[in-house]
C-alpha cells in the first residue's frame, strides 16, 4: 500500500514532467480512438455493401472484350436461352434473382422525345450492306421486381397513376405523356427495333417525373441516339416482356442479376454455369463499377485514418520513451535513497510502474470521452471531401462507349449508384478493449524503460555520483 501512495505522492511532487508525459498519451489515446472508431465504422458499412452488391452476379454479352479478342460481334456473338437464365438461377450458390432485359424499340404510333419523325427516320446499317433501317428511339425495359428501380424514390417519382403490376401494363416519363397527350388508361404501342417479329401493346398505368440527366453519355446526345435518352424509357414487368415468346435473348440486352449466398463464390458459380455451356464471350462478373463508386470514398477515408494512426503511434512512442528516459534519470538520487534504506529493486520497479499505469489510466477514461466525442465530426469532414473528390473523378472524361452489330455497350459507371455520404460512428467495445491495449502497452514502455535503467546502478554509485 505504501508503494502506491508514494507513487500517487510522487505524480503531484513532479507534476510538470508527469503533465508532459500525460499530454504525449494523452494524444496517442485521443487519435487512436478517433481512427479506430471510423476505421472500424467504415470496415463495417463496407463489408455490408460488399454483402450486397459484391454478391450481386451479372452475365451478360461483353462486346468490348469480342472486339478485343477481334471477333466480328455481329457473326460471331452467341445468344444464351431464356430457359438457360432461369437454369443458372437453380445454382445451390444463388438465393435470389432478378429478371430483367433491355429491348430497344420503335414506334409508328407516338414521338420520342426528341424525334419528331414518328418512328420513320432511317439510317444505314452497320454491316456494310447499304441497307437502311429504322432507327430505334424508345428503350422497352423490364424488370420482375420493380422495387428494384433504383431511381425511384430519389431521381423518379410517380406523379400519376401506379407502378405497373399486371401483364401489359407500363409506365412512362411525363416527357413522352406531355408530347404525345398520353392519359392513363391509354394503350401505347412498341415494336422490337432488332427483334422485328417483337411487338407490344402497353397500358400506361403510371407517369413519373424524370430528374435523371437525359444522356449518361454526351457522345449519344451528339449521335443523335433517341433510345438513349432516358426521357424515353418505357418500363414494363419482365413476365410482359416474355409474353411473346422469346428463345434466346437475341434483340435483349439482358440485365438479369444473381444475388450469392456468399461473395466469395462467385468463381464457383461461374464454374458450373461455364459447365452449362455459357459461352466464353459472357461475363460473369460483379459490378465493380458500382461497387467502387459506392465504397470508394469510404475505402479512402479507411486508408487515411489508418496511415494517420501509425504515425501517431510511431512519433508519440518515440517522444514517449525519450520523455520517460529523461525523467527517470533525473530520479537517479530518488532511486538511490530508496535503495540506500533497503528497498528492493523489484518495489522500486514496482513503484515506477505504478505512477505509468496511474497516468495512462487517466488518460485512457479523459481520452475515451474526447476520442468519442470527435470521432463524428471528424468523420464526416473527411468523407464529404472524399464525396466531393469522388463526384469530381467523374464524367464523360472516364467513360467509354462501343458500338457493335447495331448496340452499344459502355463502361459508365450506372447512374443510379452513388458514392456512401454517410457513416454512423460510436464507440463500440471492440475499440475499447483495443485501446485498453495500447493504453497498456504505453504505460509497460515508458515504465519498463525506467526499470531497466535503474537495475543499471548500485545504490552507492547513485549516491556518489549525486555528491
Not at 470514398?297 to 525519450?322: D, E, N, Y
Amino acid at each position: 500500500m505504501y508503494l502506491l501512495t508514494n507513487a500517487m505522492k510522487n505524480l503531484v511532487r513532479n507534476k510538470g514532467r508527469n503533465i508532459l508525459i500525460a499530454a504525449v498519451t494523452l494524444a496517442i489515446i485521443v487519435s487512436t480512438v478517433v481512427t479506430l472508431t471510423i476505421n472500424n465504422a467504415a470496415a463495417k458499412v463496407i463489408d455490408d455493401i460488399r454483402l450486397d452488391l459484391g454478391s450481386r452476379i451479372e452475365i451478360k454479352q461483353d462486346f468490348i472484350e469480342m472486339h478485343r479478342i477481334g471477333l466480328d460481334a455481329r457473326e460471331n456473338r452467341s445468344y444464351v436461352s431464356i430457359d438457360d437464365f432461369y437454369s443458372y438461377a437453380e445454382s445451390s450458390y444463388i438465393r435470389k434473382t432478378i429478371y430483367g432485359a433491355v429491348m430497344y424499340a420503335w414506334s409508328d404510333t407516338f414521338y420520342a422525345v426528341g424525334d419528331t419523325s414518328k418512328g420513320t427516320t432511317t439510317r444505314e446499317k452497320n454491316d456494310g450492306s447499304g441497307e437502311e433501317m429504322l432507327v430505334e428511339t424508345f428503350k422497352l425495359i423490364s424488370t420482375s421486381e420493380s422495387d428494384t428501380l433504383t431511381d425511384f424514390g430519389t431521381l423518379r417519382e410517380i406523379t400519376s397513376g401506379r407502378m405497373f403490376s399486371g401483364l401489359n401494363e407500363c409506365i412512362i416519363s411525363e416527357d413522352i405523356a406531355a408530347l404525345n397527350n398520353i392519359s392513363i388508361g391509354d394503350v401505347i404501342e412498341l415494336k422490337g427495333a432488332y427483334a422485328t417479329d417483337k411487338s407490344y401493346n402497353l397500358t400506361v398505368v403510371g407517369i413519373y417525373y424524370d430528374a435523371t440527366d437525359e444522356y449518361a453519355i454526351s457522345f449519344f446526345a451528339m449521335y443523335g441516339r433517341f433510345a438513349d435518352n432516358r426521357r424515353n424509357e418505357v418500363i414494363t414487368s419482365w413476365e410482359t416482356l416474355m409474353s411473346t415468346g422469346w428463345e434466346t435473348n437475341a434483340g435483349l440486352d439482358m440485365k438479369s442479376e444473381y444475388f450469392l449466398k456468399d461473395p466469395d463464390d462467385i468463381r464457383e458459380f461461374e464454374n458450373e454455369v461455364r459447365a452449362k455451356g455459357l459461352p466464353v464471350t459472357y461475363n460473369v462478373s460483379i459490378n465493380q463499377a458500382a461497387y467502387d463508386k459506392v465504397t470508394g470514398p469510404l475505402s479512402g477515408m479507411k486508408s487515411a485514418v489508418v496511415t494517420f494512426m501509425t504515425v501517431i503511434l510511431i512519433l508519440g512512442v518515440i517522444v514517449l520513451a525519450l520523455i520517460s528516459f529523461m525523467a527517470v534519470r533525473e530520479r537517479k538520487y530518488e532511486v538511490g535513497v530508496l535503495r540506500a534504506m533497503g528497498m528492493e529493486r523489484g518495489k522500486v520497479a514496482f513503484g515506477i510502474l505504478s505512477e505509468a499505469v496511474m497516468i495512462s489510466a487517466l488518460c485512457l477514461i479523459i481520452g475515451l470521452g474526447a476520442g468519442s466525442a470527435m470521432a463524428q465530426p471528424i468523420a464526416n469532414n473527411i468523407l464529404e471531401g472524399r464525396v466531393a473528390a469522388a463526384e469530381a473523378d467523374t464524367g464523360d472524361g472516364r467513360k467509354m462507349a462501343l458500338f457493335m452489330g447495331g448496340q452499344f455497350q459502355t463502361n459508365a459507371d450506372d447512374g443510379s449508384y452513388v458514392p456512401e455520404s454517410e457513416i454512423q460512428v460510436s464507440l463500440s467495445m471492440d475499440v475499447i478493449v483495443q485501446i485498453i491495449f495500447i493504453t497498456l502497452g504505453l504505460a509497460a514502455l515508458s515504465g519498463i524503460i525506467g526499470v531497466v535503467i535503474i537495475t543499471q546502478y548500485e545504490p552507492l554509485k547513485i549516491l556518489r555520483e549525486r555528491n
